[in-house]
Structure formats: structure tokens, C-alpha cells
């Protein structure tokens, strides 16, 4: 997350499952939470405040930080093991990715 107007990192956590969004002062369009953050480049545990303009993107906001909690929840609990094919698709798609060229202007 970057701030708006002078686009400094502010926020570089995971989206760890433990985290709990809580209302902040008892507002319906805030939230706070605790995280251990990296943006700084040293990992420090911190705590995070967000207020929105309104309560339907506030909610919006912890449905979407839901979603990538669950996610990676099944990350954690080994659901990306590679599928039945043991990764071959994947290391067909990283083989064909290695063997990408670039152009300079003028070539053909």
C-alpha cells in the first residue's frame, strides 16, 4: 500500500489467516489491525489504521482482505502442490518463458 499523495510504501505485509480486522473507535468505515511489516525493509510489527469515505467501501475492503486471507490460508495448508501432473505444465510455461527474445526496434 502506498500513500495517496506522495506514493511512499506504507504497508508490505502478508495477508497472514491470524490477522482480525477490528473497528476502529467504533466506526463502521475504519478498521485496524496488527501486522509484521517489511515496507521499511526490516520486518517490524505494526499497527494499521484505514478510514474510508464511506461504510459500503469499508466493507468492501474487508471482503476483498477476507478473500486473500483464505487464500492464503490454502497456500499455507499445501494446496498449491503441483496437480496430477507432478508441475510439467509449469515447467513447460517457465521453460517457454526463458526462451523469450527481445527486439530491438528495427529488427524483424
Not at 504497508?11 to 511489516?37: K, M, Y
Not at 471482503?63 to 486471507?69: C, I, L, M, N, T
Amino acid at each position: 500500500m502506498r500513500q495517496e499523495k506522495t506514493m511512499k510504501v506504507i504497508a508490505n505485509h502478508a495477508i497472514d489467516p491470524r490477522i482480525t480486522l477490528e473497528t476502529n473507535a467504533g466506526s463502521d468505515r475504519s478498521w485496524v489491525w496488527s501486522a509484521f511489516d517489511f515496507a521499511e525493509g526490516e520486518l517490524v510489527e505494526t499497527v494499521f489504521a484505514l478510514r474510508f469515505a464511506d461504510t459500503e467501501i469499508a466493507n468492501t475492503f474487508k471482503a476483498e482482505f477476507q478473500k486473500g486471507q483464505k487464500e492464503m490460508e490454502s497456500l499455507l495448508a499445501g494446496e498449491d502442490k503441483p496437480g496430477e501432473d507432478g508441475g510439467a505444465a509449469a515447467d513447460e510455461a517457465a521453460e517457454a518463458l526463458a526462451n523469450l527474445k527481445t527486439k530491438d526496434e528495427g529488427e524483424e
